[in-house]
């Protein structure tokens, strides 16, 4: 049985976004946990703003069948998301919309078929990005994505960090770590 592959992105665009530096260490996590881990940044895949009109005109923006086939490709999600307005970043939801439209004979909910997630946020606020995380579950829940009961929040990201990218507090750093391995563990399971 081969190792899971499991997809990591952040739903956050910024350069020195603090959900992509969470990623990166959950995605760290869950290679040393033994899986094949792709992190991808999605400021490499600008999609437009989900529009009906284009969409009709135009099919599915390019960069949005590239993120399709990383999907399909994937056997679990580990998915960090900003909290806006107490609710799943707009970036997020809008790549998580393209996603799920039919594409000629591929209907939408094959790049969410059999999909293991973990859950996790960053966030300078106290409660880490929490509340966003009940509205990403929800959404990937309505996909019949497997999404973990456990999740990991990080609040006052932006102290949180070493230069190096590593997470200063070693508690946060191994719930991270068993989140990640949780995630491994169940995947590999579900392939099993
Ligand atoms: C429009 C907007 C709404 C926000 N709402 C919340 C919020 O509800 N809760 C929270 O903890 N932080 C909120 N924030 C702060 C973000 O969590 C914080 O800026 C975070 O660093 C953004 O993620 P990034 O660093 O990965 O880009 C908000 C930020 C913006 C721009």
């Known amino acids: 049985m081969s190792d899971p592959k499991i997809l990591a992105f952040a739903g956050s665009a910024r350069r020195d976004s ?15 946990a033994g899986a094949e881990v792709t992190f991808i940044d999605l400021d490499d895949y600008p999609i437009p703003l989900y ?14 069948r590239r993120l399709k086939q990383l ?35 591929q209907s939408g909910l094959v790049p969410y078929k059999g999909k293991v997630a973990a859950l996790f946020a960053a966030s300078t606020g106290g409660f880490g990005g929490m509340r966003g995380l009940i509205h990403l579950r929800h959404i990937l829940q309505n996909f019949n994505v497997l999404v973990l009961s456990e999740q990991f929040v990080l609040p006052h990201a932006h102290e949180a960090f070493a230069i190096d990218g590593a997470i200063k507090d070693a508690k946060y750093s191994a719930a991270i770590s068993a989140l990640a391995q949780r995630l491994v ?8």
């Open 18 to 32: 603090l959900n992509k530096k969470l990623a990166r260490v959950a995605a760290d996590a869950a290679r040393a």
């Open 51 to 64: 529009h009906g009109d284009l969409e009709e005109m135009q099919g599915l923006p390019e960069n949005c």
């Open 71 to 105: 999907f399909v490709q994937h056997d679990a999600l580990l998915l960090v998301s900003p909290e806006n307005n107490a609710s799943v970043s707009a970036l997020m939801k809008n790549t998580l919309d393209w996603i799920s439209r039919q594409d000629g004979d």
């Open 185 to 192: 563990s169940v995947t590999a399971k579900m392939k099993s």
